[in-house]
C-alpha cells in the first residue's frame, strides 16, 4: 500500500522515465561507428550561427509579449522584457511544468506591475506559439499524401474538416468557448498557480476583449517571422549536415512537429520523443537513423546554448528563485 501511494504521487515524475528509456532503446540499435564518422562531417560555421539565431527568435519573441502587454496598459521596457523572456528558459530548465514561462509574471510583479495582467500576457504568447504550431502540422499532413493511399488521404481529410467546423463552432457558441477557452487556459497555467487562475480568468476573459483585430494581426505576424527564423536555423543544421536535399519546407515540418510532440510530458527536452519521431520523418526520405539521431542533438544542443544565455539572462535581472517554489 505504501509503495502504491509512493509511487502514484511521483507518477508526474517518474513518467518522464519514458523519454529517456526510449532514447537508450534508439542508441543500442544505432552503428555508433558510422555515428561518429557523420560527426567529424558536420559543418561547425553553420551549427554556431544556428546556436546565435536563437538570440534575434528570443527578441522578436520578446517583442510580442511587450506588445501583448502594452496592449493591456502594462509599459514594460524591450530590455527587460528581453531579459526577463530569456531568463524564463534557464528557469524553465530546472522546474517542474511550466514554471519557467510564468516566471515572467514574478518578474512584472517584482518590477511593480499587477498579478493578472501578468498571467494573461504569458498565456496569450504561449497560446500564440501553440497554435501556429498546431496550424503547420495540420497543413503538413497534405504535405504527407503521397505516403499515404487515397483511402487514408479521405479519411484524415475528413477529420481535419471535422476539427474545423468544430473550432468555427465553438468560436460562436459564446458558452461554448468560454468553456473551451477555460480549459485551455487551465491546461497551460502550472498546478501550482490554479488557485489564483480561478480568480484571473475572470478577468482573464474581459481582457481578452481589449485586444483587437490589428492586435492578434501584429501577434499572428512576429509569431510567424520569428518561427520562420526557426525554420531557418533548422535549415542550417540540415545544410551543416549536407542534407540540404530535404528541402527547406521539409526541414520546416520537422522541427515543428518535433517541437509539438517535445510539448508531450513523457521526457525532457524531448528526449527519446523527439529522436524518434525525427527517425520516422527522416525515413521517409531514406535518411539513415544516425543522421536523424544528431540532427535531434543538435536541436537539443542548440536548446542548452539558449538555456545558457537565460542564465547569463538571469545573472543580469535576477529574481528569487525560491519565490517559484513558495
Not at 46 to 74: D, E
Not at 308 to 317: D, E, N, P
Request: hydrophobic share 55%; net charge positive; charged share 15%.
Amino acid at each position: 500500500m505504501a509503495l502504491g501511494r509512493w509511487f502514484f504521487s511521483r507518477v508526474d515524475k517518474l513518467i518522464y522515465l519514458f523519454g529517456i528509456g526510449l532514447f537508450i532503446f534508439i542508441l543500442s540499435k544505432i552503428d555508433f561507428g558510422y555515428y561518429l564518422s557523420l560527426l567529424n562531417q558536420i559543418d561547425i560555421i553553420y551549427i554556431v550561427g544556428a546556436i546565435f539565431l536563437g538570440l534575434p527568435i528570443i527578441m522578436i519573441r520578446s517583442f510580442r509579449w511587450k506588445m501583448i502587454l502594452s496592449t493591456m496598459g502594462i509599459s514594460y521596457s524591450f530590455k527587460d522584457s528581453f531579459l526577463a523572456y530569456l531568463s524564463s528558459i534557464y528557469i524553465g530548465s530546472f522546474t517542474p511544468a511550466r514554471i519557467g514561462e510564468f516566471s515572467k509574471v514574478y518578474y512584472l510583479k517584482s518590477d511593480g506591475h499587477p498579478l493578472v495582467p501578468g498571467i494573461v500576457s504569458v498565456f496569450l504568447d504561449r497560446l500564440s506559439d501553440l497554435l501556429f504550431l498546431l496550424i503547420v502540422c495540420l497543413a503538413s499532413f497534405f504535405y504527407f499524401t503521397s505516403y499515404l493511399d487515397s483511402s487514408s488521404v479521405i479519411f484524415f481529410s475528413l477529420v481535419i474538416l471535422i476539427v474545423l467546423i468544430l473550432l468555427i463552432f465553438i468560436v460562436y457558441k459564446k458558452g461554448i468557448y468560454k468553456s473551451v477557452l477555460k480549459k485551455i487556459f487551465f491546461g497551460l497555467t502550472p498546478k501550482k498557480y490554479r488557485k489564483n487562475a480561478n480568480l484571473v480568468f475572470s478577468d482573464f476573459v474581459e481582457r481578452f476583449k481589449q485586444f483587437k483585430l490589428n492586435d492578434y494581426l501584429v501577434i499572428s505576424f512576429l509569431t510567424f517571422f520569428s518561427w520562420l527564423l526557426s525554420f531557418v536555423m533548422s535549415w542550417w543544421i540540415v545544410k551543416a549536415m549536407n542534407l540540404d536535399y530535404l528541402g527547406f519546407i521539409y526541414t520546416a515540418i520537422v522541427l515543428a512537429l518535433s517541437m509539438l510532440i517535445s510539448l508531450v510530458p513523457v521526457s525532457i527536452y524531448g528526449i527519446g520523443t523527439r529522436d524518434a519521431l525525427v527517425i520516422l520523418l527522416f525515413g521517409l526520405k531514406d535518411v539513415a537513423a544516425e543522421k536523424a539521431i544528431i540532427f535531434s542533438m543538435l536541436l537539443l544542443l542548440i536548446t542548452v546554448a539558449t538555456t545558457i544565455f537565460g542564465l547569463v539572462a538571469w545573472i543580469l535581472k535576477p529574481i528569487k528563485l525560491k519565490d517559484l517554489r513558495k
